[in-house]
């Protein structure tokens, strides 16, 4: 039977605000961390997939992205750190690595279909799936909250 990880927290936060801040050494500051700086940091970052022009960017105070930056590379330098700490809760746990891991990522029902391809390489290019027997799988915030009830 493959082992399973129920719950998952670094620093005891079960909880991992979606923020990232760039700083001046051109390191990344992620979740918690991000808000300790100087540097501008960037929050809700999936609002940054959303088509330019939709009206919820303008409701959301976030700082311009840096030069070079995409909101791709934004979303991406996020998930390499989060996809960092869970490889190493995985060592940690002394948990088989050789079976891979399935990863789930919810997305808006909104998006559109442009969107959703463009999340995925964010994950991907993240480094979700680098491994051979790793599997990735999509689904709706709407359909992730209806499998937690069941």
Do not use: C
Not at 58 to 64: D, F, K, L
């Amino acid at each position: 039977m493959p082992d399973i990880i129920k719950s998952f927290a670094i620093s005891r936060n079960h909880v991992f605000p979606t923020m990232l801040a760039y700083l001046q050494d051109k390191s990344v500051a992620w979740a918690h961390d991000a808000r300790n700086g100087k540097d501008p940091v960037f929050k809700w970052l999936k609002l940054f997939l959303y088509d330019q022009e939709h009206p919820i960017l303008r409701e959301t105070p976030n700082p311009a992205l840096p030069d070079g930056v995409s909101s791709e590379r934004l979303v991406s330098d996020y998930l390499r750190q989060l996809y960092a700490r869970i490889q190493k809760l995985i060592v940690s746990l002394r948990l088989s690595a050789e079976i891979g891991t399935d990863f789930w990522f919810s997305r808006p029902a909104g998006w559109s279909a442009d969107n959703q391809e463009i999340f995925a390489k964010a994950v991907r290019d993240a480094g979700f799936t680098s491994k051979e027997n790793d599997n990735l799988f999509f689904l709706t915030e709407a359909e992730a909250a209806a499998l937690y009830l069941m």
